[in-house]
């Protein structure tokens, strides 16, 4: 089955303590970011990577950190995790060209920082 | 840059009413547009796309239809039910690229 998985699901914290949310996917694809939902705001783009050592910042990538060492991982990293981090967050992947090409998204990381 | 805005919500609605939740966009290049729909607890999943003027993408009843002239990409459904109940995202991208920028959302409850 196609899917794209993120761990953990749930996570609390307490500011400052370096944390890291792991996402997988089994789809070849080349493609994955990162994005956080806030109420009101939508989601927005953490970071993303074309394939695998290529990454690049999204709108809001402040006080974030990603890899590329794997195709199919795409680590996200707080290493100083701070209460307005605290959001939902979802991992996605797709293709790579010139169609419209499906995102799959992860099931999403609720991430609180007390 | 580009940019997605879509109706505020909650949209309330009760079973077998008709929807639409308006979206427009602006982008340079040509984008292709998108709805995702994400249901209580879950991920973001594909509703229906189309990649270029007059196309109509459709899917479970919900129907959206690209329109250059007014930038916009409104969502339709004839007959709703509560299981649509959930969050429903606009969204571009640009073709040639696979970064999506997305609307706010917008959240449709209905009622039996």
């Known amino acids: 089955e196609a899917q794209v998985t993120q761990n953990p699901r749930y996570l609390i914290t307490v500011t400052g303590k370096k944390l890291t949310v792991t996402c997988s996917q089994n789809?070849?694809?080349?493609?994955m970011s990162w994005y956080r939902q806030d109420p009101g705001l939508g989601l927005r783009q953490i970071y993303y990577?074309?394939?695998?050592?290529?990454?690049d910042k999204g709108d809001v990538p402040e006080g974030y950190k990603v890899s590329r060492k794997e195709k199919r991982n795409f680590p996200l990293i707080l290493e100083s995790p701070s209460p307005n981090q605290t959001s939902l967050y979802f991992c996605?992947?797709?293709?790579?060209?010139?169609?419209?090409?499906?995102?799959?998204f992860g099931p999403g990381t609720r991430l609180t920082v007390t | 840059g580009d940019s997605v805005t879509q109706m505020e919500g909650p949209v309330t609605l009760s079973e077998e009413a008709f929807l639409t939740i308006n979206c427009t966009y602006t982008?340079?290049?040509?984008?292709?547009l998108f709805w995702y729909v994400q249901y209580p607890g879950e991920g973001l999943q594909l509703l229906l796309k189309?990649?270029?003027?007059?196309d109509k993408g459709s899917n479970k009843g919900f129907e959206a239809t690209y329109r250059k002239e007014t930038t916009s990409f409104h969502l339709e459904k004839g007959s709703v039910q509560v299981s649509d109940s959930a969050v429903y995202f606009c969204?571009?991208?640009?073709?040639?690229?696979?970064?999506?920028?997305f609307g706010k959302g917008t959240m449709l409850l209905v009622s039996p």
């Open positions: 996605a992947s797709t293709a790579i060209g010139a169609g419209a090409y499906e995102q799959y």
């Open positions: 789809m070849n694809h080349e493609y």
């Open positions: 990577s074309m394939n695998v050592e290529v990454t």
């Open positions: 982008a340079t290049g040509y984008p292709s």
């Open positions: 189309a990649t270029k003027a007059d």
């Open positions: 969204a571009l991208s640009v073709t040639g690229y696979s970064t999506l920028t």
